[in-house]
């Protein structure tokens, strides 16, 4: 499987390193005397070793979680399975690290034991977040964007003022983007930020043309995977985007609209057919 190599791919080099700088320690510190530069290179060495380890723990998101995650995925051929086994044993080793480093903190040394509390906290947070986004994921895989999209939105033109739009739109029904369309052809999208960046005595006199964002449009299609939509709002860190059909205004796809089929569909246990069950 493709994840279970590259999964071992990173440790092993991190391991592979640390025995190299192990090596040239022992060999060159056979004839010479301790220096600087030999003790970086041990450092290098402990340093590897060390994170090497580290990754190979069972515990996801670490490398060695992978590992086990696609071990389990392989036999059971259930993602989102293999991932919550995998993922609570990387909250149980950060749970195990916290209460280390809270032994270390009162027992032994104060910077050893709050790093150890960081580590783990790390660990439980990284394999909780890991677990809800694959769930999300799988959720999704099956879905179309038409069948959440919101196909009701109301469009206007370029030359409608920023007056009407708030009065009409944003107020009234509560949106906080409208497509922009010309004979059914989308032209740009109009926002509250846009709005916000015009003094409210000029709203009457500015066409949205003059606000809107016009340029690069993030859009997808009717038919595309869900999975997609979602991947594009988190990467450019925006709450909509536009449906296309072919050159015509479609639709609008919001972030919340998202959320709300996953609640919907958790609160009611609705699962895509060929979806994994968990």
């Known amino acids: 499987m493709i994840e279970f190599t590259m999964a071992l791919a990173g440790p092993l080099t991190s391991l592979l390193l640390g025995l190299i700088f192990w090596g040239i320690t022992r060999l060159v510190g056979q004839v010479t005397e301790p220096n600087y530069v030999m003790a970086v290179v041990g450092f290098l060495a402990y340093m590897n070793l060390v994170l090497g380890i580290f990754n190979l723990l069972p515990g996801f998101p670490m490398d060695g979680g992978r ?17 919550n086994i995998a993922s609570w044993i990387g909250q149980v080793f950060g749970w195990v690290l916290i209460a280390y480093g809270i032994f270390l903190v009162f027992r032994v ?10 580590l783990g906290w790390y660990l439980t947070s990284a394999a909780a977040a890991s677990r809800q986004a694959v769930t999300y994921r799988e959720r999704l895989a099956g879905v179309r964007v038409r069948e959440v999209m919101n196909v009701n939105i109301v469009t206007i033109t370029p030359e409608t003022t920023v007056q009407d739009m708030v009065t009409g739109i944003f107020q009234k029904k509560h949106d906080r ?3 922009v ?21 000029r709203w009457a006199i500015t066409p949205v043309k003059d606000i809107m964002s016009g340029g690069k449009l993030y859009t997808v299609m009717p038919d595309d995977n869900l999975n997609t939509a979602l991947e594009l709002i988190a990467k450019n860190d925006i709450n909509q985007v536009l449906i296309k059909n072919g050159e015509k205004c479609a639709g609008l796809l919001t972030r919340a609209d998202i959320i709300r089929y996953l609640q919907l569909s958790q609160e009611m246990g609705i699962q895509k057919k060929g979806s994994a069950g968990g």
């Open 181 to 201: 369309c010309r004979d059914e052809k989308l032209t740009g999208i109009a926002t509250i930020t846009d709005v916000k960046k015009v003094p409210q005595e």
């Open 109 to 118: 040394d104060l910077f050893s034991g709050l790093w150890a509390v960081f």
């Open 67 to 83: 590992v086990l995650r696609s071990i389990i995925w392989g036999s059971t051929r259930n993602l989102i399975k293999a991932t």
């Open 177 to 179: 983007a409208v497509p």
